[in-house]
């Protein structure tokens, strides 16, 4: 079988194995960028007439398409063609049978080793997106996720571009109050005029920087690490709420289990309440974009207040009901339902619309809530499951306890 060779360069010299390969290609793929790097090599005089530039990855794959089986390849990427790299594109376009990696190392790894900090223990990301601006490929985190993302991780490890570059993200930690964070900005690594800026955010938010650049995040404060600190069993008193309108804590417990909630993606929280599953839902999935929907302005400071009391910076509030404050908000792929009040099948068929795949948990008290949920999700192709969790809880009765029993309550699934 042809074999497509992708060769990682930038940071060491070539070796043997790569040596080999450039010297039997008949064409050596690059971009200018990397071309320029390229030029700094031993090995460029001798292959250089076999130079092809191609400025654009689509363009790039599809060179490789119509040539590889009949021309011997090789494509220059940058570091560790695996690493957020075009490696994983050229291995889901020809298959892991097809390709040859051999890696440099990587941007981040130079990175870490200049600001003298350990990466083993660091979030590792990519906001790059691509190198043609009209054709940006889709990320899994945006810039608005990294406050989130800190609540999780003491160090972050960033590749940048022109767009998402390091005084956005440090703009993003601004906006959100994130201001015990470090910032290290690597310029051009493996360049001569490679240089390495470190500052605040307000400091770094105020500057440029030259393409291309590695950003690592760094959290200053004394805080436990987020190791230690646990992410799920707030208990109750340490909400605010109302009335005792709170989703029981084991309830709650219940709930977040049946929702599976995904790393990122999107969560409706659906009559709010007090918020509780939101913020918990938060501490778990720093990169999930939450939107808590609730109608009662007592409830909605409670909210609010909740959200800075446990530092959550994924929830936004939707201060309305269902199902009308739900038809501008980004399609969810998890949905909780503690209140839709009578919009309930209303609701329901709303989410039938936007989901095409995904879990929505709906609490119910009442028997007519349960007919009513159970109904309304079956007719629209949700596969149904039902929990009824009756809790007892030890209190003090007298010289000894005895146990007091909660309201049970229904835990109602649809998925599909």
């Not at 309440?273 to 009662?296: H, M, N, Q, W, Y």
């Not at 919009?343 to 609490?363: A, C, F, K, Q, Y």
């Not at 109904?375 to 629209?380: D, F, V």
């Amino acid at each position: 079988m042809p074999k497509i060779f992708v060769i990682g360069i930038g940071y060491k010299p070539i070796d043997r194995s790569a040596e080999k390969v450039l010297a039997q290609a008949e064409v050596i793929l690059a971009s200018k960028r990397l071309l320029e790097v390229f030029e700094r090599y031993d090995n460029y005089a001798a292959v250089s007439g076999r130079i092809k530039v191609i400025n654009n990855v689509d363009a790039t794959i599809e060179y490789i398409r119509d040539n590889f089986q009949k021309n011997r390849i090789c494509l220059l990427a940058s570091g560790d063609p695996l690493f957020f790299g075009i490696g994983r594109r050229v291995i889901r376009e020809f298959g892991k049978d097809a390709a040859v990696i051999i890696p440099d190392i990587s941007s981040m790894q130079i990175a870490f080793s200049k600001i003298g900090e350990a990466w083993d223990d660091a979030f590792l990301m990519s906001l790059h997106g691509g190198p043609d601006p009209a054709k940006r490929r889709r990320l899994e985190y945006e810039p608005s996720d990294i406050p989130g993302l800190l609540a999780g991780h003491r160090k972050i490890g960033i590749l940048t571009d022109k767009q998402n570059n390091p005084a956005v993200i440090a703009s993003e930690l601004m906006k959100s109050g994130a201001n015990d964070v470090f910032i290290h900005v690597c310029e051009r690594l493996g360049y001569e005029d490679e240089k390495m800026i470190s500052g605040t955010p307000d400091k770094i938010a105020a500057m440029s920087f030259a393409e291309p650049n590695v950003t690592v995040l760094i959290k200053t404060s004394g805080e436990k690490s987020p190791q230690t600190v646990s992410r799920l069993g707030l208990d109750e008193n340490e909400f605010f709420h109302s009335r005792g309108l709170i989703t029981k804590d084991e309830i709650r417990a219940a709930t977040l289990h049946k929702l599976r909630l995904p790393g990122n993606g999107v969560f409706w929280d659906i009559g709010g309440g007090s918020g509780s599953v939101s913020i918990e839902a938060g501490r778990l999935c720093p990169a999930l974009k939450i939107f808590t929907v609730e109608k009662d302005d007592e409830q909605t400071e409670n909210i609010s207040k909740n959200i800075l009391r446990h530092s959550v910076t994924n929830i936004e509030i939707i201060h309305g009901e269902a199902p009308e404050a739900l038809t501008e908000l980004p399609a969810p792929n998890r949905v909780f339902i503690g209140g839709a009040g009578s919009g309930l099948r209303e609701t329901i068929d709303l989410l039938s619309s936007r989901m095409t795949t995904g879990i929505i948990v709906i609490n119910a008290v009442k028997l007519e809530t349960l007919n009513e949920a159970c109904s309304a999700l079956q007719s629209s192709g949700f596969d149904v499951d039902v929990s009824q969790i009756s809790v007892s809880r030890l209190k003090p009765l007298g010289s000894g306890n005895s146990f007091s029993a909660l309201n049970p309550v229904f835990v109602i699934r649809g998925a599909r």
